[in-house]
């Protein structure tokens, strides 16, 4: 007989436990004559449910919201164990690398737990709100951050922001992340401040470089005209990550990003191979293919739809005027869905000047990611969920996208069960599981690339010692053969 796992062992458990839970509230009662009414079945669990209860032994009658409450808790409990946690599924090739990822990254061979009441995508997208409106009342996003600013070598201002290091533990050698978002709330977005606060507990240098005009940075540019990046484009994220690498000599850097802004990670890293100046990437809640995204949900339109006019529309108004006109302005100012507004501002304004006949869904098409690149030479994860609520999954990874994972030496794709978009909630306390598995994945890949030198500095030793022995020898053979001709010659 096979061994029984734990979760099988689990289910079998609870599954004898609510039979006796049935057998005690039958007890000395017909069928028939039993009350199968929640008031009723509640009545008979409330010594199983209530600690009083177990203690006391007390039976006194509840008023009846009260078994209400305790009985729908106690089922949702239940629920929750039995069918919400779930082992990420993970999609890799079969090698040296990927398996040492594996061993020493045990969040993606364990159960991953969904905060307790954020326990589906849908559900968790409605708590990111909220906790989004919640910490902009009490915070102002930009104290977290200490900005840059860079000029790119195409006239374009960049901006750089530095999270700030409050116990100031941080040396020049810590490990340097680098954030990049699609949302033009940029560094000030929920997800990359949380993200960024958990990162830095745990180590690690963070930065964030913004899209042009995002996280109330000016739309600028000199001797160009000014607009917004494209969704692909990697050329600034480029000239980021030459500034990091000069500006922390000898640290190992790291790319995570949120959300479309993964097609500027892997364009860069399939542009760059070998000469990433990466050691490892991390793409949360990619979309590879875009298309989809034209059309979400209502709630997330709504609240997007007003991010835009908030943070572009109001922000760079008279940059968008003059670029496009006053009509442009007003038309965006009605659009009613995302895809109206980015095709009345974004796409005009973002250096590509499409056709006036391409909708938003074809420009995504047109920069959406078609297959994993063999040019990409870091090790790439790429972290989601099977039920995102904005991007579904089906249409983010189509099946042939899926399996090109199989074969790709550094690629790898980690699909969680039961998780939101941008922010994967994880404990009571609403964390984000993201940082915990960004973590393991780091490291470990750090650990690899030290392991390798080591093997190299190993191997030009034993190379050296038996060159240098060789060396020695051919001239102990040739002084001794000198030695034998100066005999002969006596």
Same mark, same amino acid.
């Given at each position: 007989?096979?061994?029984?796992?734990?979760?099988?062992?689990?289910?079998? /458990?609870?599954?004898?436990?609510?039979?006796?839970?049935?057998?005690?509230?039958?007890?000395?009662?017909?069928?028939?004559?039993?009350?199968?009414?929640?008031?009723?079945?509640?009545?008979?669990?409330?010594?199983?449910?209530?600690?009083?209860?177990?203690?006391?032994?007390?039976?006194?009658?509840?008023?009846?919201?009260?078994?209400?409450?305790?009985?729908?808790?106690?089922?949702?409990?239940?629920?929750?164990?039995?069918?919400?946690?779930?082992?990420?599924?993970?999609?890799?090739?079969?090698?040296?690398?990927?398996?040492?990822?594996?061993?020493?990254?045990?969040?993606?061979?364990?159960?991953?737990?969904?905060?307790?009441?954020?326990?589906?995508?849908?559900?968790?997208?409605?708590?990111?709100?909220?906790?989004?409106?919640?910490?902009?009342?009490?915070?102002?996003?930009?104290?977290?951050?200490?900005?840059?600013?860079?000029?790119?070598?195409?006239?374009? +201002?960049?901006?750089?922001?530095?999270?700030?290091?409050?116990?100031?533990?941080?040396?020049?050698?810590?490990?340097?992340?680098?954030?990049?978002?699609?949302?033009?709330?940029?560094?000030?977005?929920?997800?990359?401040?949380?993200?960024?606060?958990?990162?830095?507990?745990?180590?690690?240098?963070?930065?964030?470089?913004?899209?042009?005009?995002?996280?109330?940075?000016?739309?600028?540019?000199?001797?160009?005209?000014?607009?917004?990046?494209?969704?692909?484009?990697?050329?600034?994220?480029?000239?980021?990550?030459?500034?990091?690498?000069?500006?922390?000599? +000898?640290?190992?850097?790291?790319?995570?990003?949120?959300?479309?802004?993964?097609?500027?990670?892997?364009?860069?890293?399939?542009?760059?191979?070998?000469?990433?100046?990466?050691?490892?990437?991390?793409?949360?809640?990619?979309?590879?293919?875009?298309?989809?995204?034209?059309?979400?949900?209502?709630?997330?339109?709504?609240?997007?739809?007003?991010?835009?006019? #908030?943070?572009?529309?109001?922000?760079?108004?008279?940059?968008?005027?003059?670029?496009? +006109?006053?009509?442009?302005?007003?038309?965006?100012?009605?659009?009613?869905?995302?895809?109206?507004?980015?095709?009345?501002?974004?796409?005009?304004?973002?250096?590509?000047?499409?056709?006036?006949?391409?909708?938003?869904?074809?420009?995504?098409?047109?920069?959406?990611?078609?297959?994993?690149?063999?040019?990409?030479?870091?090790?790439?994860?790429?972290?989601?969920?099977?039920?995102?609520?904005?991007?579904?999954?089906?249409?983010?990874?189509?099946?042939?996208?899926?399996?090109?994972?199989?074969?790709?030496?550094?690629?790898?794709?980690?699909?969680?069960?039961?998780?939101?978009?941008?922010?994967?909630?994880?404990?009571?306390?609403? #964390?984000?599981? /993201?940082?915990?598995?960004?973590?393991?994945?780091?490291?470990?890949?750090?650990?690899?690339?030290?392991?390798?030198?080591?093997?190299?500095?190993?191997?030009?030793?034993?190379?050296?010692?038996?060159?240098?022995? +060789?060396?020695?020898?051919?001239?102990?053979?040739?002084?001794?053969?000198?030695?034998?001709?100066?005999?002969?010659?006596?």
């Amino acid at each position: 007989m096979p061994p029984i796992s734990q979760a099988v062992a689990l289910k079998i /458990a609870v599954q004898l436990l609510l039979i006796g839970a049935a057998a005690y509230m039958l007890k000395g009662q017909k069928l028939e004559d039993f009350e199968w009414t929640v008031p009723g079945i509640a009545a008979k669990m409330e010594l199983m449910i209530h600690p009083k209860y177990w203690l006391l032994g007390d039976g006194k009658p509840v008023p009846a919201y009260q078994q209400y409450v305790k009985t729908g808790l106690t089922f949702y409990m239940l629920f929750y164990i039995l069918q919400i946690p779930k082992v990420p599924v993970v999609v890799c090739a079969k090698n040296e690398l990927m398996g040492a990822v594996m061993r020493n990254c045990p969040s993606l061979t364990k159960k991953y737990w969904p905060t307790l009441w954020m326990p589906i995508g849908s559900v968790q997208l409605l708590g990111y709100y909220v906790l989004r409106a919640l910490r902009a009342a009490y915070q102002d996003p930009s104290s977290n951050w200490h900005r840059e600013k860079l000029l790119s070598k195409g006239g374009h +201002g960049l901006t750089l922001d530095q999270m700030t290091d409050e116990n100031a533990r941080l040396n020049n050698d810590s490990h340097v992340i680098l954030m990049i978002n699609s949302s033009m709330s940029g560094s000030h977005s929920y997800e990359s401040i949380t993200f960024g606060e958990q990162m830095r507990g745990s180590g690690y240098r963070c930065y964030h470089l913004n899209q042009r005009g995002a996280a109330n940075a000016d739309l600028k540019a000199v001797g160009v005209q000014p607009c917004f990046n494209t969704i692909s484009g990697s050329g600034d994220l480029r000239e980021a990550l030459i500034w990091l690498a000069k500006r922390h000599k +000898g640290a190992r850097i790291s790319l995570v990003s949120f959300g479309t802004a993964s097609a500027q990670v892997l364009n860069y890293l399939a542009s760059e191979g070998k000469k990433a100046a990466v050691e490892s990437a991390v793409c949360i809640s990619p979309v590879l293919q875009m298309a989809g995204l034209a059309s979400t949900g209502f709630m997330h339109n709504r609240f997007e739809l007003e991010s835009l006019k #908030r943070n572009v529309l109001a922000r760079h108004a008279d940059e968008i005027e003059s670029a496009l +006109g006053k009509a442009t302005l007003t038309k965006a100012g009605n659009a009613t869905t995302c895809a109206q507004f980015h095709e009345a501002v974004t796409m005009q304004m973002c250096g590509d000047e499409p056709d006036d006949e391409m909708t938003y869904a074809d420009f995504l098409k047109a920069h959406s990611t078609n297959s994993i690149s063999e040019g990409i030479e870091r090790p790439v994860l790429l972290l989601t969920s099977k039920d995102d609520p904005v991007a579904k999954f089906a249409d983010a990874f189509p099946g042939d996208l899926v399996k090109q994972f199989k074969s790709h030496e550094y690629a790898i794709l980690c699909v969680a069960r039961h998780a939101g978009h941008g922010v994967l909630f994880e404990s009571i306390m609403a #964390r984000n599981w /993201a940082s915990t598995v960004t973590t393991q994945f780091t490291k470990s890949i750090a650990w690899v690339q030290k392991q390798k030198k080591k093997k190299l500095t190993a191997a030009a030793s034993s190379s050296g010692s038996s060159s240098n022995s +060789g060396s020695s020898s051919s001239a102990g053979l040739s002084s001794s053969s000198g030695g034998s001709a100066k005999k002969k010659g006596r």
